[in-house]
């Protein structure tokens, strides 16, 4: 739509750094929401460490599962949200997201999303988010973290990069 369009376009056309709480997480939330519903966007995949139970990040990726490929890592070892993660993995493979459970020993502490969006010039382009806080916007009223939205090349194909082993088999034989 248009208004994924104008937000893809403003991002190619400068990186935009978010400073919270002090602006808000709703840039963040836009970027998945938009992404989620926009035809053009191909591929989604983030790192989810925490979010709320009630997170509008997951529920975004649920609403893309059925229309554009969408994997997820998850962190298992978040000490209070490991019910809350766990829920949220099983809801977001029901719905047909590619789920990998971190990466064997470490805490995947990245906070890190990918989008691979066939734009309207032709070009296949790679946007990222990266911050320094978790995917939970109600935190994000309360800590001091940054947020950058960007098209850089050199940034994207580093994001692409991060690789998750897969351990999806560890929370299906529980």
């Given at each position: 739509?248009?208004?994924?369009?104008?937000?893809?376009?403003?991002?190619?056309?400068?990186?935009?750094?978010?400073?919270?709480?002090?602006?808000?997480?709703?840039?963040?939330?836009?970027?998945?929401?938009?992404?989620?519903?926009?035809?053009?966007?191909?591929?989604?995949?983030?790192?989810?460490?925490?979010?709320?139970?009630?997170?509008?990040?997951?529920?975004?990726?649920?609403?893309?599962?059925?229309?554009?490929?969408?994997?997820?890592?998850?962190?298992l070892k978040a000490s209070f949200d490991e019910m809350s993660n766990i829920h949220w993995a099983r809801s977001?493979?029901?719905?047909?997201?590619?789920?990998?459970?971190?990466?064997?020993?470490?805490?995947?502490?990245?906070?890190?999303?990918?989008?691979?969006?066939?734009?309207?010039?032709?070009?296949?382009?790679?946007?990222?988010?990266?911050?320094?806080?978790?995917?939970?916007?109600?935190?994000?009223?309360?800590?001091?973290?940054?947020?950058?939205?960007?098209?850089?090349?050199?940034?994207?194909?580093?994001?692409?990069?991060?690789?998750?082993?897969?351990?999806?088999?560890?929370?299906?034989?529980?």
């Amino acid at each position: 739509g248009h208004d994924a369009d104008s937000m893809f376009e403003a991002i190619r056309h400068q990186d935009f750094l978010v400073h919270h709480p002090y602006e808000s997480y709703d840039a963040v939330v836009n970027f998945l929401d938009t992404a989620s519903a926009d035809p053009r966007v191909l591929s989604m995949k983030q790192t989810l460490y925490r979010t709320n139970t009630d997170s509008p990040i997951a529920e975004a990726l649920l609403d893309a599962a059925g229309k554009k490929e969408v994997a997820v890592v998850v962190e298992l070892k978040a000490s209070f949200d490991e019910m809350s993660n766990i829920h949220w993995a099983r809801s977001l493979e029901d719905a047909g997201v590619q789920v990998s459970y971190g990466l064997a020993g470490l805490k995947t502490h990245a906070k890190l999303m990918l989008i691979v969006r066939n734009d309207p010039d032709g070009k296949i382009r790679r946007y990222a988010h990266l911050g320094t806080g978790n995917y939970n916007p109600s935190t994000a009223r309360f800590y001091s973290d940054f947020s950058l939205l960007t098209s850089d090349e050199e940034i994207t194909s580093a994001v692409h990069d991060v690789r998750s082993e897969e351990h999806t088999s560890e929370l299906q034989s529980h």
